[in-house]
């Protein structure tokens, strides 16, 4: 059971545009991590290189990423995805398959068919909140709401047990209430399974909810990291400071400066 990922000195580029500057991160198990800034700061990109998922056009140059201390590389970047970490991508509508049913999402992550998959899958629906798991294995995902999608998506990460959750942006584009759902849900999974989770959002009302530590990512730069207490007390970044001034004006009706 690993305790601790890291991700060291990393930078990327596109073409001779260097768009992450040497950024460290890291995530312990039991614990949850915050990755937060404005929308194109290089958030998501930075998630999807510690799994060796990186769009095309965008290289890592540089960058160390340990498991316990042990360095990984080529194949033991993949070997990290699915049993040592679950993602859950920023939206669920882009990773699952229109034409293929709930079931048959879980049949093929768990790789495996029959009322073995069935049982796994509604168990595995149940964990994330689903009262009647077994209805949902025949729907497809144009048939389930946001909310629901999400927390299938999910469900799906946790096919292999891991011991870390990356969720990119889990809260986006959902309603209030289905946002809170999965807030409730990320939470009860770290209590419950003392798994480490990585939260990337702009959503500062996320941080200030689920996470213990925040990293402040800006243009590539980290500029702040802090625990969550210490950073909305008394921000130090001016890009922290912004962030946490629009979060008040739009949550407290405050004026941003």
């Known amino acids: 059971m690993a305790e601790r990922l890291s991700l060291e000195g990393l930078v990327l580029a596109s073409g001779e545009t260097e768009l992450v500057h040497g950024i460290d991160l890291a995530v312990e198990r039991g614990e949850v991590a915050a990755l937060v800034g404005n929308s194109g700061g290089g958030k998501s990109l930075s998630l999807l290189a510690w799994l060796d998922l990186l769009p095309p056009g965008v290289r890592r140059l540089a960058g160390t990423i340990r498991l316990d201390g042990t360095v990984l590389e080529g194949p033991g970047l993949a070997g990290l995805r699915g049993g040592v970490v679950g993602l859950v991508p920023q939206s669920p509508t882009s990773c ?19 009322r073995a998959a069935r049982a796994e899958a509604a168990g595995r629906l149940a964990e994330v909140g689903f009262a009647t798991p077994e209805r949902l294995l025949g729907l497809y995902p144009c048939q389930l709401s946001g909310g629901m999608l999400q927390r299938v998506v999910i469900a ?16 986006t584009d959902l309603d209030l209430e289905s946002q809170a759902q999965v807030l409730v849900l990320l939470e009860r999974l770290r209590d419950r399974r003392g798994i480490g989770i990585l939260l990337v959002t702009h959503d500062l009302a996320v ?6 530590t925040a990293s402040v990512l800006q243009h590539g730069r980290i500029v702040e990291r802090r625990p969550v207490a210490d950073l909305f007390a008394s921000p130090r970044a001016a890009a922290t400071r912004a962030l946490l001034a629009a979060h008040h004006a739009l949550y407290e009706g405050g004026t941003a400066a």
């Open 96 to 114: 699952l398959n229109p034409l293929v049913t709930i079931g048959r999402h879980f049949c093929e992550t768990l790789a495996c068919s029959g």
């Open 207 to 212: 941080v200030a909810r689920l996470a213990d």
């Open 156 to 171: 799906l990460a946790l096919c292999r047990d891991p011991d870390f959750l990356f969720a990119d942006e889990a809260t």
